[in-house]
C-alpha cells in the first residue's frame, strides 16, 4: 500500500483530539499518556489484532535508574546509557535524542509498573553486548505478545479507542497542519494531531533493497505490515528522513525452524561455527552484525554451539522453549555427538573447544543451525525533543509527530549501531513524549 497526503477535504466522518497510526507498543503507550494528559483518543491499526513486531520481539525495554535496578543494587543513570548507547553506534546518533530516550526510559517504565501494573522485571542473570549495566525490563515471561496485550489492555481500560482493520492511507494536510487522515476502508477522521507509531518499512522489500541492499536477501522476521507508511508521508510532505540504512538483524535464528534463539546464549559464553567447523567472528560484538557475518558463511547459515547452563538460562524466553520443542536444540553428550548431529566435520568441534578457555563450556553441547534475519528498520523520519517531526528545513510540523520505528532511532547509520533494546526504548520513550503532548 502507497500512503498518499491529500489537501484537506472540507469535512470529516467523525472528529477526534488525537489519532493514532499503529497499535504496537508506541502507539498504546502514545495513546496511554495522551489519555492521561485528557485527550479523546483513537488507535488506527490495520491488522484485525493489534500486534505488530512488538508481538514478535522479547519485549524488553531498557531502562537506567529504574526501582526494579535499585532492588537489585544496580547502580545506573542517563548518562552512563546515553555513553553506552553513543558508543555502539560510533558516536552516529543525535545527541539530544540519546538523552532525551536516556532519561525518558526509566520514568516511563516506573510509569508502566506503576501506574499500569504492568509486573516488568530486571533481567539479572545475564550480560547484553554494549550495555555496562544490567538494565533490560520485561514482563515475567519475556514474550512481546504478553507485553502488547497488556499495554492494550490498558490503553482499552483508559477509554482509549482502538480501530482494527484500519489501515491509514492518506493524511489530510493543509498549510502543514494535519487537519486529519483516511482509512483504506473509506472513512475520513478529523483530529488536533496525528501520531505516526506504524514502525519502519522492514515489509516493504522494495524499500530495503533500495536503503539497505547489503541485508534485502535475508529473512524478514518483523512484521509484514510495517510497509514504510511513515516514510510514504514523510517523502510527500518534505519531511526530514535520516539513518534510512541502518537496521537490527540478528545472527541467531533457528534454522529452517524460524525462530529466535537469545544472545545470551553467545554473551553466556557460546560460540558460532561455520559448516565447516570453523569460527568467523568476534561473537561478543552484538547480535545486529552478526546477521552479515552469519550470512556471508557458507549457506549462509552456522552453528550455535552452548551448553546445559547456558540452555538454562536461555530457557526463561518463551522463544527458546518452542524451538526445544521444535526440535531446533541438538544434544550430544561429546564433541563427536555435535559433530555428527549438525553435520559439521570431523574433528572440529574438538578444535574449536579446544582453542577456548577451560571450563568456558562443558559435555553435554547443544547446538542449533542458525541463519542471519533482518528484525526492524532503524532509520526513519526525524523528529524534534517533543517527537514532532521535522521538515527538511528543520521546522516542525505544528501538530504531526512520530515514534517508535517510525521515527530515526539512536541506532547509527548501518547494521553494527545497535544497542539491544533500542527499538522498544524509542518505542516507550518517544511515544511517551508524543502522546503528552506538549
Ligand atoms: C523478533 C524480534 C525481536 C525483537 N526483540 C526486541 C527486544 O527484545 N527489545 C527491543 O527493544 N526491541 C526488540 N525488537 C524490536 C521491537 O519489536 C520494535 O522496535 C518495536 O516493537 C517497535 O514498536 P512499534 O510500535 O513502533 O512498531 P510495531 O509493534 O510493529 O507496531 C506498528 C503497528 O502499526 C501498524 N501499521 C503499519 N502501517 C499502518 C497503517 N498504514 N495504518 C494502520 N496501521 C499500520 C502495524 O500493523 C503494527 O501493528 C524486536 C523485533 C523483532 C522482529
Redesign the pocket.
Known amino acids: 500500500m502507497t500512503?498518499t497526503v491529500a489537501p484537506d477535504p472540507g469535512g470529516f466522518d467523525a472528529r477526534v483530539h488525537t489519532l493514532v497510526?499503529?497499535?504496537?507498543?508506541?502507539?498504546m503507550v502514545a495513546a496511554l499518556a495522551a489519555r492521561e494528559a485528557g485527550h479523546d483518543v483513537v488507535v488506527?491499526?490495520?491488522?484485525s489484532v493489534?500486534?505488530?513486531?512488538?508481538a514478535?520481539?522479547?519485549?524488553?525495554?531498557p531502562a537506567a535508574g529504574t526501582a526494579q535496578q535499585r532492588e537489585a543494587g544496580i547502580d545506573d543513570d542517563p548518562p552512563t546509557f546515553a555513553a553506552d548507547i553513543q558508543a555502539k553506534a560510533h558516536g552516529r546518533n543525535d545527541p539530544a535524542l540519546v538523552d532525551l530516550m536516556a532519561r525518558t526510559a526509566a520514568p516511563v517504565v516506573d510509569w508502566l509498573t506503576e501506574a499500569h501494573d504492568l509486573p516488568l522485571t530486571l533481567v539479572d542473570d545475564f550480560d547484553y553486548p554494549g550495555h555496562s549495566r544490567r538494565r533490560m525490563h520485561g514482563l515475567p515471561d519475556r514474550a512481546?505478545r504478553s507485553l502488547i496485550d497488556a499495554l492494550r489492555d490498558r490503553a482499552e481500560g483508559a477509554g482509549v479507542d482502538i480501530l482494527c482493520g484500519?489501515?491509514?492511507?492518506t493524511l489530510f494536510v493543509r498549510d502543514r497542519i494535519v487537519t486529519g487522515l483516511g482509512l483504506a476502508r473509506g472513512e475520513r477522521i478529523g483530529c488536533d494531531r496525528v501520531i505516526l507509531?506504524?514502525?519502519g518499512f522492514g515489509g516493504n522489500r522494495a524499500r530495503v533493497a533500495r536503503h539497505m541492499p547489503d541485508i534485502a536477501d535475508a529473512v524478514w522476521?518483523?512484521?509484514d505490515?510495517?510497509?514504510g507508511?511513515a516514510l510514504d508521508w514523510a517523502e510527500a510532505l518534505g519531511a526530514a528522513t535520516r539513518h534510512l540504512g541502518a537496521y537490527q538483524g540478528h545472527g541467531n535464528v533457528a534454522h529452517p525452524h524460524g525462530i529466535?534463539i537469545t544472545w545470551a546464549t553467545l554473551t553466556e559464553g557460546g560460540i558460532q561455527l561455520n559448516r565447516d567447523g570453523r569460527r568467523f567472528h568476534d561473537e561478543s560484538r552484538g547480535y545486529s552484525e552478526a546477521a552479515r557475518a552469519v550470512l556471508a558463511q557458507p549457506g549462509g547459515v552456522a552453528v550455535t554451539l552452548f551448553d546445559a547452563r547456558i540452555a538454562a538460562v536461555a530457557r526463561q524466553f518463551g522463544d527458546f522453549r518452542d524451538a526445544e520443542a521444535a526440535g531446533a536444540v541438538r544434544i550430544a553428550a561429546d564433541a563427536d555427538g555435535i559433530e555428527v548431529a549438525m553435520d559439521l566435520p570431523p574433528g572440529s568441534v574438538a578444535a574449536a573447544l579446544s582453542a577456548l578457555p577451560r571450563g568456558r563450556l562443558t559435555p553435554p553441547f547443544h547446538a542449533v543451525r542458525v541463519t542471519g534475519a533482518l528484525?526492524?528498520t532503524q532509520g526513519g523520519v526525524s523528529v524534534d525533543e517533543t517527537a514532532r517531526v521535522l521538515h527538511a528545513d528543520r521546522s516542525p510540523f505544528p501538530n504531526l509527530y512520530a515514534a517508535?520505528?517510525?521515527a530515526c532511532g539512536v541506532s547509527g547509520d548501518g547494521d553494527d549501531g545497535y544497542l539491544s533494546?533500542?527499538?522498544?526504548?524509542s518505542?516507550v520513550t518517544l511515544g511517551h513524549v508524543a502522546g503528552r503532548g506538549s
Open positions: 500512503a497510526v499503529g497499535g504496537g507498543a508506541t502507539g488506527c491499526e490495520r491488522d493489534p500486534r505488530g513486531s512488538t514478535l520481539s522479547a519485549g524488553l525495554i512481546g484500519a489501515a491509514v492511507d507509531a506504524c514502525n522476521f518483523g512484521h505490515g510495517n510497509d507508511a529466535l528484525f526492524h517508535g520505528g517510525a533494546g533500542n527499538g522498544l526504548l518505542a
